[in-house]
């Protein structure tokens, strides 16, 4: 499907547009992410540019939405579980004339197979963008085409600034502002779509100056605060001299198991942190070699020890631990249920549970098992759509037991949604796993 050129040189106005997911943790699905005021910081855009419209929240339906606000561009970003909704959004912008972009993470890992089998995106960006994004969509005259911004840091020291405009504010109501620290990442993890989509090696992290006037910023509007730094603890000197407890009733963060110890937890517990996350994903030796982390005694040592700190400072602790991976076989996952039985909402831990999910674009992502359901709207972490070879096929409903006797005994059904696998592979979106 083609949309008019004339169209686009008539209105420059845009919309970003969030698809809504079918994520099953409710209270999860939407939060305000960096995605759209970190692309208005970009290419300099003035709050009369654009409008926001987040599906699902927003009070109207997409076309008379874009039709009233006379949208021009349709920016729509998206993640792997999103992806078929954004396809729905996307011809919805098409029938009303807008110039539909498409950008994101799953755009930049998976650019081709996306301009050639769906061609109601227009343009696809990957990277990230830059302040000659629109003068260079403008330019366009075919479509359907891909512009490669490249993954060069953005600088966003305005970003508290756009997010407490109203636009924003309105659009999120009663959600958590997301907020960057350190952009960046030291760690190779081999299932990281992060690191693989944006190739970010090199750390880039705010002044101290920089974070206290952002978070006051934020502080007068959200009460819920989300950082997204891939690890809070990479850099911990930025941290000393920062206490954010009286703004925000709640400060989420996430770093990993081997960065926990008696002084960081400290600093954290000063900063106001309410929430840590960390991946636990295994104990299996195995698994741990793969994907570049620790030997599974001492990983699992520290796990333990991670958890026992987070208790000893009153911080909620919230480890994600991987069900179905390499290495994790039926005798694997029975032993689980004995080593993380103490890991119960009584003792202040959210166990979060995750299935290995092989995202497209990502490298061997359907090595060493077998693709179970290819419907990508599942692919969230928390349905079962890959089985890994150590476990037979047969084995499924053995596997719903043991996640359900899992759920049960961590007494997390509010993180953890009821279980149902489903074997199908839709040819639709068989171009995202072609060898």
Excluded at 219 to 239: A, F, G, T, Y
Aim: hydrophobic content about 40%; overall charge neutral.
């Amino acid at each position: 499907m083609k949309a008019s050129i004339k169209n686009s040189k008539t209105s420059k106005k845009i919309c970003f547009i969030q698809p809504n997911t079918n994520y099953g943790v409710i209270e999860n699905r939407f939060a305000i992410a960096l995605t759209f005021p970190t692309i208005a910081s970009a290419m300099k855009l003035q709050t009369h540019e654009y409008e926001i419209f987040v599906d699902g929240i927003t009070d109207s339906d997409l076309s008379s939405f874009l039709i009233t606000n006379e949208i021009g561009f349709a920016f729509i970003t998206s993640i792997t579980c999103n992806f078929p909704r954004a396809v729905e959004l996307a011809n919805i912008c098409n029938d009303v004339g807008c110039i539909t972009v498409l950008g994101g993470i799953f755009a930049t890992m998976n650019f081709r197979a996306i301009n050639i089998n769906f061609t109601q995106f227009n343009v696809i960006v990957t990277g990230n963008p830059t302040n000659s994004l629109m003068s260079n969509l403008i330019k366009i005259d075919s479509f359907p085409t891909v512009i490669h911004c490249g993954n060069g840091h953005i600088k966003t020291d305005n970003i508290a600034e756009i997010l407490v405009n109203s636009k924003f504010v309105k659009s999120y109501p009663n959600c958590k502002v997301c907020y960057e620290i350190i952009s960046g990442c030291d760690y190779n993890c081999t299932f990281c779509t992060l690191k693989h989509a944006w190739k970010k090696s090199a750390l880039v992290t705010k002044s101290q100056s920089q974070i206290k006037h952002d978070l006051f910023s934020l502080s007068s509007i959200w009460k819920k605060l989300k950082i997204i730094d891939e690890d809070i603890l990479q850099k911990p000197q930025i941290l000393y001299g920062c206490s954010f407890a009286e703004m925000f009733d709640e400060i989420i963060v996430e770093t990993r198991i081997d960065r926990i110890n008696e002084t960081t937890i400290s600093l954290l517990k000063t900063f106001g942190v309410t929430h840590l996350v960390f991946g636990v994903e295994t104990f299996s030796e195995k698994f741990l070699n793969y994907t570049q982390k620790s030997s599974s005694k001492s990983w699992e040592s520290m796990a333990h020890n991670a958890i026992a700190l987070c208790a000893k400072y009153s911080i909620i602790a919230r480890p994600i631990v991987m069900l179905t991976a390499l290495g994790h076989s039926l005798d694997y996952l029975y032993k689980l249920i004995t080593k993380i039985s103490s890991w119960n909402k009584r003792n202040g831990v959210d166990v979060l549970f995750a299935f290995y999910t092989p995202h497209p674009g990502l490298k061997d992502n359907l090595a060493n098992g077998i693709l179970l359901n290819n419907d990508l709207s599942l692919f969230d972490h928390i349905n079962l759509v890959f089985l890994p070879d150590d476990i037979p096929i047969g084995s499924i409903s053995e596997i719903v037991d043991i996640y359900n006797t899992l759920v049960m005994i961590t007494d997390s059904e509010k993180f953890n949604p009821p279980l149902s696998i489903t074997c199908n592979i839709d040819s639709k979106y068989s171009c995202f796993f072609a060898s």
